[in-house]
């Protein structure tokens, strides 16, 4: 059963930084892709960013700019580095992977950007 372990949540201020950690149980390169995805109060789960298997990387417009996903394969984790953050990134944050016909969620972790 594959696990992902999210990490690194918490408060912080607009214009502030913060990095998540999503740590996989098998190696990331076992997946085609891995991402984070996140759910703000009241509304649906949405795509923050993703990255392939051969390291193409994809992110929502809102994000683009302010933040980076990134990879350890020595550490089977993916990485979340965000800046200048806004109140409207406030939000449940989930780590995601995808193998052929699986995917597979993280617990999340809670991200408040206060103003």
């Known amino acids: 059963q594959v696990q992902l372990v999210e990490s690194g949540g918490g408060l912080v201020q607009v214009g502030g930084s913060l990095k998540l950690s999503c740590a996989a149980s098998?190696?990331?390169?076992?997946?085609?892709?891995m991402g984070w995805y996140r759910q703000p109060p009241g509304k649906r789960r949405e795509l923050v960013t993703d990255?392939?298997?051969?390291?193409?990387?994809n992110y929502a417009d809102s994000v683009q700019g302010r933040f980076t996903i990134s990879r350890e394969n020595a550490k089977n984790t993916v990485y979340l580095q965000m800046s200048s953050l806004k109140p409207e990134d406030t939000a449940v944050y989930y780590c995601?992977?995808?193998?052929?016909?699986?995917?597979?969620w993280g617990q999340g972790t809670q991200v408040t950007v206060s103003s």
């Open positions: 098998r190696s990331i390169f076992s997946f085609n892709t």
């Open positions: 990255i392939t298997s051969n390291g193409r990387t």
């Open positions: 995601h992977a995808q193998s052929g016909y699986s995917y597979y």
